[in-house]
């Protein structure tokens, strides 16, 4: 495999959860599996961490990023603004050439949807989003906006069922909600598409309130059965 397949396939292994938030990112075992030496593998290691997906500690090598209380609450905080932001940019300054690449990451997460595979569908979720963060041409945004996408991507890996006809429900307007994006970028339109990021992250509001709030009926049930 090429540097950038490694990267991808280990993005898209963190998004996933297969490697799970803290894991430690053996070299020696990485250099085996892909078959690669370590000098480019720390590359792809160092790049991933400038997006957020992994923790480089001196002397003790790199971790997944974790996803602490603290960083839970603060993406919960934060996400509805940045997001916002990022598309009232992007709708103002999206190339031509980004919008066509837009349509075909679309595409590709039409099909994952249509598949029914979880893991496509989150890597072309994210890879859509992170595209709009590309458009916005913020050096300030983006390093924030990508670090929310990666965290957003692991927590909906949580509550997300296959086959579930709610999930499945959600897919379709998160899918629909990805076309009329690209039109108001398209159509240079700053508020239609800050409304549609508000109505996109409604769409995943509330599960991800209940992964950080979660149903305490199984305490109140063993305060009972006490």
């Known amino acids: 495999m090429d540097k950038q397949s490694i990267y991808d396939d280990l993005k898209k ?3 996933t959860l297969e490697l799970e938030p803290g894991t430690a990112l053996d070299e020696a075992s990485l250099s085996k599996h892909y078959q690669i030496s370590r000098t480019p ?4 290691l160092r790049g991933l961490a400038g997006e957020g997906c992994v923790e480089i500690v001196n002397n003790r090598g790199a971790y ?12 919960f905080i934060t996400a509805p603004m940045v997001y916002s932001a990022v ?3 992007a709708a103002q300054n999206a190339k031509p050439s980004q919008i066509q690449e837009m349509s075909e990451i679309q595409e590709k997460f039409r099909a994952a949807i249509e598949s029914g595979s979880s893991a496509d569908m989150v890597y072309w979720n994210q890879c859509f989003h992170s595209l709009m963060g590309e458009m916005a041409d913020n050096p300030y945004l983006k390093p924030s ?4 996408l990666i965290d957003h991507a692991r927590i909906s890996q949580t509550f997300y069922r296959p086959r579930d006809p709610e999930m499945e ?3 379709i307007t998160a899918l629909a909600h990805h076309d009329r ?3 108001a970028i398209e159509n240079g339109d700053s508020q239609a598409i800050v409304d549609l ?3 996109h992250w409604e769409l995943s509001r509330d599960l991800i309130e209940y992964f950080v709030k979660p149903d305490p009926l199984a305490f109140e049930m063993a305060a009972v059965n006490e």
Not at 41 to 44: A, I, K, P
Not at 145 to 148: A, V
């Open 87 to 89: 598309g009232r940019l």
């Open 64 to 75: 997944v990023s974790s996803m602490s209380h603290k960083v839970l609450r603060d993406f």
């Open 145 to 148: 906006y990508d670090r929310l």
């Open 197 to 199: 990021i508000v109505e």
């Open 41 to 44: 593998l720390r590359e792809v």
């Open 169 to 171: 429900k959600r897919n």
């Open 181 to 183: 994006m690209i039109g």
């Open 13 to 15: 292994r963190i998004l």
